[in-house]
């Protein structure tokens, strides 16, 4: 993977002759022609990454080309960074060391530009034969190598045999019925997920049922990979095409060009008034599909075209663009992957004693993977059953099982395809997510920022950085890459995991390219000249001298605090990102204010309390996050960060329904800090809060703002500094207290792209712009005692899928008018101690998914026409009547549990001796009670308040 070193460094060589430059004074013409040679090289750079893992030639050359961009890398960071340190001072004392420093920089550098010149003629000299061969396969000859890995891998999932087949009746069901079922017209069922969840041996079995061969007299079996020419797919097709309907190829048709062929073959379609089925297995590209698609012509007597693909993208465009259904798979349940573990691993259905918890470990870290069961118990089934100790041993040293064992060499080629298949950008992305430990669930805009301060995004026209950041995270999720842990109502991603087996692939990628390290207990040793360093557990790091100075990002997971400290005093001045979420801090190391490099700064969940005054030295900062920690106040130096674009700052905690948010007091001139897209929490209650208030307007690329303790007086110039944002995309505004009003009525023209909004206070009326916010997704509303019912309001809004309501109105009945609230999901109430009577229309709230109901005490009977709430999926009911709670639990044939029985999980509970006891009921009416005194609970368990 030199593609992405040398492309970042040709970046940061870009700006460097522009910007930088004339501060040399000798090795200009070295460095304008090290641009251009390294420039020369892009070229083949991503064909020798394909034939890198087949080529020990090719894999040195990458490796030295990597060591060499990645020096040339260091030689202008260092350069630029003592430049900008230069600039930092001011008077004659000071500038007479800093021009000496000057001239050592620019020494130091023009020295390493020579030497890294000398070395690169000598690479790209000794390498003429093979530049000859990366030129050959880029015309296209490694397409027909005998070794391609695109194709080898399929053999196996096409011919196996059903006998050996777990978990796969229901889903052969379900796309048989899908085939021959449905409308005359042409249909596209996809089948997506990631690689080795068994995709094409699925479609196989249901392309040779009995029943799919008598409903389709024309079948064709075609494989898109992306080595494959669009010319021989659709020869391939003709030919089985032709052979099914008897007749012959026309002759010469192999010479005929892409557009004859897809012409002969809609011919062939088209004049047949029987079905035909034509599977088209593994997918990759839009363009591969666009190449075929249209030679297969609708000609309304049932056919379907099958699609197997790991992109989900893909799957879905194209059963938009040509109707049709897509079907997920998914991993196999535990039973099911017990069930074909035994079977290939003891030849029967049940695992020795024994063995029993080594077994179950192993199991765990397939996922439900089929083909990592597969071959993992082709490993096992080699092993001595008595010899315990042999299987203890695959099961703590299964990385290194992975990278050796031959047994396991197709799983991870096939796991590896959809790796080499990504643009180098999306390779450096998925590569950083093997920092993080295994089976974490990684924050959304943790990772995002991680990426954008680690240089990996590219800036794009009319986006943040940040947003663009999040397409390359939704690309990977649409490469079945990254699993989407959990979404947010409005459909973004909130977190996101990594399968074990694929992670422990990417390691081993980055271990070997040097791109990133793990440092542990099975690896203690600390690497060399490593670029990204993840440290876990409590690792105990002695004496050892510390090789830092190369590095570029540093992530700390369970660390102690001495063996942290020893890590902090080193030579850290490239550092970019630094992440010490958790870390066992309670005071502000001194050694980050000497990072002046740092961009990414995460101090969440320690125990620091203050921020020192020369914090202002980390210019280069762009995300300050101090979440759930307890500073209150920012010195007035955080107003030299003018690059400071996330700026996090503030904790909650909650006991029972209470819920306390603490933010802090910031400096009166906020307003400078332009770059600012998200700033959070803000308290508003202290002498200086006329002019913050005043100040906010002037933050033109805040995307989210959050703000505590605001007075009434202050709400019209919060009005005034709110319409300045047109760029706001999420606003909360908290009052002094429950008690205290909040006025939001002068917003005269509120931010146009403003989609979550979280209002808590007293209100005369809602504020009337919220009813003509045709963007907003989410409201939440607490403590507001409006006079006026807010929902005739609020149900026309087209795009509200969540709200929240607390104390809203002082409702006696609720009513929910036919065909309103058309896109909301999920509808929480919360504190009506009047209401006796819900009603929900019939078509209202029709793609209601998730309803919330508490603290309602007299209400004591399920909401009347809930039964119409056909997408119900999870119904809760917190703190409320008895009589409520026990109707519930019966299963009457006309009772209210039969109304709400299409819903997948009911949960109800009560706080009782200062901890919640909850019940969850599954539609198969199995009952889960957790302990009065286990207060752990799933945040999708709590009531909305505490989300």
């Avoid at 603490?662 to 700033?679: H, M, N, R, V």
């Avoid at 019209?716 to 709110?722: D, E, G, V």
Wanted: net charge positive; with cysteine; proline share 4%.
């Amino acid at each position: 993977m030199a593609e992405s070193p040398v492309i970042y460094l040709l970046g940061k060589l870009a700006s460097f002759c522009e910007n930088e430059i004339q501060h040399m004074r000798e090795g200009r013409e070295e460095l304008i022609a090290l641009r251009g040679e390294f420039e020369r090289i892009k070229a083949f750079l991503r064909v020798a990454d394909s034939m890198e893992e087949h080529n020990e030639e090719v894999k040195v050359w990458i490796k030295q080309i990597r060591e060499v961009a990645y020096e040339a890398e260091d030689a202008l960071d260092e350069f630029k960074l003592l430049l900008a340190h230069d600039h930092e001072g001011s008077g004659l004392l000071y500038k007479i060391p800093c021009c000496v420093r000057n001239m050592k920089a620019r020494y130091r550098l023009t020295a390493a530009i020579r030497s890294i010149s000398s070395r690169m003629k000598d690479i790209c000299e000794g390498h003429q034969r093979l530049s000859k061969k990366l030129k050959r396969a880029q015309q296209g000859s490694s397409s027909t190598r005998e070794d391609d890995p695109w194709q080898d891998h399929r053999a196996d999932a096409v011919f196996v045999e059903k006998s050996g087949l777990v978990g796969i009746e229901e889903p052969k069901t379900r796309l048989t019925q899908w085939l021959v079922g449905g409308i005359p017209e042409r249909e596209v069922i996809s089948v997506s997920g990631m690689g080795g969840l068994g995709k094409t041996t699925l479609a196989k079995q249901v392309f040779d049922d009995p029943v799919v061969r008598k409903h389709f007299p024309v079948r064709a079996w075609v494989t898109l990979s992306p080595s494959s020419k669009t010319e021989e797919l659709l020869m391939d097709m003709l030919q089985q095409i032709a052979s099914r309907i008897m007749k012959p190829v026309p002759s010469g048709a192999d010479t005929l060009d892409i557009d004859w062929l897809k012409m002969m073959i809609k011919r062939l379609l088209q004049g047949r008034r029987s079905r035909y089925l034509i599977v088209l297995d593994d997918v990759w590209h839009m363009d591969k599909w666009d190449a075929v698609k249209y030679a297969l012509p609708n000609n309304n007597h049932g056919s379907r075209i099958m699609i197997t693909t790991r992109n989900a993208e893909l799957a879905q465009a194209s059963c938009t663009e040509f109707v049709g259904k897509v079907y997920e798979m998914q991993p196999l349940p535990v039973e099911q992957s017990q069930k074909l573990f035994c079977r290939k691993t003891f030849k029967k259905n049940a695992c020795p004693s024994h063995l029993e918890e080594i077994c179950t470990d192993i199991l765990k870290k397939c996922e439900g993977l089929p083909l990592a069961i597969v071959a993992i118990s082709g490993v096992l089934a080699t092993k001595d059953k008595r010899r315990i100790d042999e299987w203890d041993l695959v099961r703590r040293s299964l990385q290194s099982e992975i990278d050796g064992n031959d047994k396991l060499k197709n799983m991870k080629k096939v796991l590896s395809l959809s790796f080499n298949d990504l643009p180098y950008y999306l390779k450096s992305c998925l590569l950083q997510i093997s920092v993080f430990p295994e089976a974490y669930a990684i924050e959304r805009m943790r990772l995002t920022r991680h990426w954008v301060a680690e240089g990996f995004v590219e800036m794009k026209d009319a986006k943040t950085m940040e947003e663009v950041a999040d397409d390359y995270l939704n690309e990977l999720v649409n490469r079945s890459l990254i699993h989407v842990v959990e979404r947010d109502s409005d459909g973004r991603i909130k977190s996101c995991r990594i399968h074990g087996l694929l992670r422990r692939i990417i390691t081993s990628k980055s271990r070997d390219q040097n791109f990133a390290a793990i440092v542990d207990e099975q690896s203690s040793v600390w690497p060399d000249r490593i670029r990204r360093c993840s440290v876990h557990n409590e690792l105990q790091i002695g004496q050892q001298n510390l090789s830092l100075s190369h590095l570029r990002s540093l992530y700390i997971f369970g660390v102690d605090k001495f063996s942290l400290y020893r890590i902090l005093a080193g030579d850290l001045k490239l550092l970019s990102v630094l992440d010490l979420q958790n870390a066992p801090l309670r005071r502000f190391p001194v050694q980050i204010v000497d990072m002046r490099s740092v961009k990414f700064l995460s101090l969440r969940h320690t125990q620091i309390q203050t921020l020192p005054t020369s914090i202002g030295r980390l210019q280069n900062l762009e995300t300050l996050d101090l979440k759930h920690t307890h500073v209150i106040s920012l010195p007035i130096e955080i107003m030299k960060l003018q690059r400071l674009c996330h700026l996090l700052v503030y904790r909650y905690q909650t006991v029972s329904y209470t819920h306390y948010k603490y933010g802090f007091s910031t400096p009166a001139q906020i307003g400078a800090l332009q770059s600012l897209q998200k700033l959070c929490y803000i308290d508003a209650d202290d002498d200086r809060t006329n002019n913050v208030i005043s100040e906010l307007g002037k933050l033109n690329q805040l995307r989210r703002l959050c703000i505590l303790k605001l007075k009434k007086e202050d709400g019209r110039k919060l009005c005034w500094s709110i319409a300045k944002l047109t760029n706001l995309q999420s606003l909360a505004v908290y009052s002094l207290g429950d008690d205290e009003e909040i006025d939001l009525q002068n917003l005269s023209s509120p931010p146009p792209l403003l989609q979550r909004i979280y209002l808590r206070g007293r209100m005369q009326a809602l504020p009337h712009w919220i009813a003509s916010m045709h963007s907003l997704a989410k409201l939440h509303l607490s403590w507001c005692l409006l006079k006026e019912d807010p929902l005739p309001s609020l149900q026309d809004l087209p795009n509200l899928v969540h709200l929240e309501l607390l104390q809203v109105h002082d409702w006696q009945t609720l009513c929910f008018k036919a065909k309103g609230f058309q896109k909301l999901k999920i509808l929480g109430l919360d504190y009506y101690e009047e209401l006796t009577f819900v009603q929900i229309e019939e078509e209202a709230m029709s793609n209601l998914e998730k309803l919330m109901i508490q603290r309602c005490k007299q209400l004591k009977s399920m909401p009347s026409g809930i039964e119409h709430l056909t997408k119900l999926k999870v119904l809760e009911f917190f703190d409320m009547p008895e009589e409520l709670t026990e109707k519930l639990k019966l299963e009457e044939k006309d009772g209210d549990y039969q109304k709400v029985a299409r819903a997948a999980e009911l949960r109800y509970g009560y706080w009782r001796d200062g901890a919640w006891d909850v019940t969850s009921v599954e539609r198969s009416g199995k009952e889960q009670s957790s302990r009065p005194q286990d207060t752990t609970m799933k945040r999708s368990n709590l009531p909305p308040c505490w989300k």
